[in-house]
């Protein structure tokens, strides 16, 4: 990439070589705004996140951005879009994606029309800020989807065992939040029986195990000739969904939708959006 230079004695303009770590920075940033887009436009563009702007308790909503910032910390360590070295450097690779998702929430709402002239301070605070978790997740993820390096590539697949279950438990909270806010998981839970609850679980764990060891996709977790079946669902595909559970039942709660509810509808609830969740830990190891 090359630069257009000024020259003091006139009108001419030089073309001089960018600096390596500008031209860096400018790909890694387009790659985190894409993938912020790519992320977020499907709740960007839902009514249920509009009106949980205005309606959402904002002590359960700034925690949940607060647990983001480690979250994705965590996450731009492992794979972030530029490769770090240090915590330090993960951090600030994480505040930035988090910039990047408030400058891309709060643009397009308001290219859509629903962030407008007039509208109350809180009330647009509120539709940026629970966009901006998927959007930052999408925008630390950019270089997984969008091209790393193999040397990078192999640094994102080192991570040890609890990292694994770290990066599960993040494909769990995107896909976990983009259904959480809707009517249907309320309504799914309402309608079935313990025998639905029972069958949908054994369904989540065969396709959650069978997503990363037996399909053979890409990213996938190999078997080894000498160990047993029962080991990797016991040490990945077991655990795996046990979390899937656990972040299904907090962002349900940071949603409010199990305020009221009695314990078995709250269970219901969590194994009716356990199912997609534990879709997207699975999907996340193969991304990582």
Not at 70 to 96: K, N, Q, S, V
Not at 243 to 267: E, K, Q
């Amino acid at each position: 990439m090359t630069a257009l230079r000024f020259l003091p004695s006139g009108a001419l303009f030089r073309r001089t070589p960018m600096h390596p770590d500008t031209t860096s920075f400018l790909r890694n940033s387009g790659r985190a705004v894409g993938g912020a887009l790519v992320f977020s436009l499907p709740m960007l563009m839902t009514q249920e996140m509009w009106w949980l702007g205005y309606a959402m308790d904002p002590v359960r909503l700034a925690l949940f951005i607060a647990l983001a910032v480690p979250m994705l910390t965590a996450l731009a360590h492992y794979i972030g879009f530029e490769t770090t070295t240090c915590w330090r450097d993960a951090a600030f690779d994480a505040l930035f994606a988090i910039g990047v998702g408030i400058l891309l929430s709060a643009t397009v709402l308001v290219a859509v029309g629903m962030i407008k002239p007039g509208q109350s301070w809180q009330a647009s605070i509120g539709q940026v800020a629970i966009q901006v978790v998927p959007a930052s997740i999408g925008a630390t993820l950019a270089r997984g989807q969008f091209g790393m390096s193999p040397i990078e590539d192999s640094r994102a697949k080192s991570a040890p065992y609890l990292g694994e279950i770290f990066l599960m438990a993040v494909g769990a909270v995107f896909l976990g939040f983009n259904l959480a806010p809707t009517d249907e998981m309320v309504m799914m839970a309402a309608r079935m029986t313990p025998w639905h609850a029972i069958a949908l679980v054994l369904l989540s764990l065969a396709v959650m195990h069978g997503f990363v060891f037996a399909v053979g996709f890409k990213g996938g977790t190999e078997l080894s000739p000498e160990e047993p079946a029962w080991a990797a669902f016991a040490r990945f595909t077991l655990p795996g969904y046990v979390t899937a559970l656990l972040i299904s039942f907090y962002v349900l709660w940071t949603f409010g939708r199990t305020d009221g509810a009695s314990p078995g509808h709250v269970c219901m609830a969590m194994v009716v959006l356990g199912f997609p969740s534990s879709l997207g830990a699975a999907a996340a190891r193969l991304i990582i």
